[in-house]
Nanobody, 124 residues
Framework: QVQLVESGGGLVQAGGSLGLSCTAS????????MGWFRQAPGKEREFVAA????????DYAGSVKGRFTISRGNAKNTVYLQMNSLRPEDTAVYYC?????????????????WGQGTQVTVSS
């Protein structure tokens, strides 16, 4: 079992930046593939980014590629999402997710553990 706690959400103007963090409990964090998803009101949860256990391999949704960066610090049991050039359409609750599967996926049902989410609001 692993528990995930997100932090760093908030309100920012369009064009601004925010950094999200997700800290995991337990001593086996480096064995988990990690992902970030988001869900806007009235919409389905969608993939944002994912990173493999070592941090050397990442994947991004097309809508955030070049603006968002996912990274991880295994010594700190933490995965990060740096979000730059934010747009109003990035407004959503952002969720951190973990899976024991050996590779990442863009499908939310592939992930085994979820955080409670953190709100990101981008004003125009």
């Amino acid at each position: 079992q692993v528990q995930l706690v997100e932090s760093g959400g908030g309100l920012v103007q369009a064009g601004g930046s925010l950094g999200l963090s997700c800290t995991a409990s337990g001593r086996t964090f480096s064995r988990y593939v990690m992902g970030w998803f988001r869900q806007a009101p009235g919409k389905e949860r969608e993939f944002v980014a994912a990173i493999n256990w070592s941090g050397r391999s990442t994947d991004y949704a097309g809508s955030v590629k070049g603006r968002f960066t996912i990274s991880r610090g295994n010594a700190k049991n933490t995965v990060y999402l740096q979000m730059n050039s934010l747009r109003p359409e990035d407004t959503a609750v952002y969720y951190c997710a973990a899976t024991v599967n050996p590779s990442y996926s863009t499908n939310y049902y592939y992930y085994d553990y979820w955080g409670q989410g953190t709100q990101v609001t981008v004003s125009s």
